[in-house]
């Protein structure tokens, strides 16, 4: 099976960095994907890896090692809107249309 | 463009009942996926159609089903209904092949309660 593991929650305040982790045991691995999710809302698209390294787009970063099973996603200057549920989800080569999601780790910022 | 349509938005049923939620993709997608979403396993995968054919499909009972029709739009039916099967079911669209590089544009879900 795919073991996609990512903490529950995370508390931040406004304007500071927060790492959010998730780390990650497949066969197959193709790629990562984040997604956030408000409350109530459909989860959208925020990044996407498939080599190692990071990704860098606005406030938001999103790392990959490969190696090491691990991505993190970055997020600067953090706002209220930003609280919301992140996905890291997996894909693997062996499977199309199919993402293997972890839990989702609640994060909540605080003024 | 319009993004993807779910309907109905909430659904309360009962046990033993059957239950039909249908799922509009973004035009020109074709590739349909589902997937369950509850607060303890969080998004777990139903089944995925490309083109009318289911391409994959999760480790659920036989009790949930789907289908793709010509114009890429998909409904899911639930029989049997149990009371764990209360979850927020998304629908999820992409636009080629569907292949392993292809994000997800998701809808806002149906939220399915079971009493």
């Known amino acids: 099976g795919q073991n996609i593991d990512q903490p529950t929650e995370m508390t931040a305040t406004e304007g500071a960095i927060v790492q959010i982790n998730c780390t990650y045991q497949?066969?197959?691995?193709?790629?990562l994907f984040w997604y956030q999710q408000h409350a109530g809302e459909a989860p959208t698209f925020l990044s996407y890896n498939v080599l190692d390294g990071l990704e860098e787009k606005g406030r938001f970063s999103s790392f990959l090692s490969r190696s090491k099973g691990y991505s993190y996603l970055l997020l600067k200057e953090l706002q209220m809107k930003d609280s919301a549920s992140y996905l890291c989800a997996v894909s693997r080569g062996s499977t199309l249309g199919r993402l293997y999601f972890g839990r989702g780790t609640q994060l909540t910022v605080w003024p | 463009k319009a993004g993807v349509t779910q309907t109905p938005r909430y659904l309360i049923k009962t046990r033993g009942q059957q239950v039909t939620l249908s799922c509009s993709p973004i035009?020109?997608?074709?590739?349909v996926s589902w997937y369950q979403q509850t607060p303890g396993q969080g998004l777990q995968f139903l089944f995925e159609?490309?083109?009318?054919?289911?391409?994959n499909k999760g480790n659920f009972p036989g009790r949930f089903s789907g289908r793709q029709f010509s114009n890429s739009r998909s409904e899911m039916n639930v029989s049997t209904l149990e009371l764990g099967d209360s979850a927020l079911y998304l629908c999820a669209s992409s636009p080629g092949q569907g292949t392993t590089n292809e994000k997800l544009f998701f809808g806002s879900g149906t939220q399915l309660s079971v009493l």
């Open positions: 035009s020109g997608h074709r590739s």
């Open positions: 497949t066969s197959g691995f193709n790629g």
């Open positions: 159609y490309f083109s009318e054919t289911q391409r």
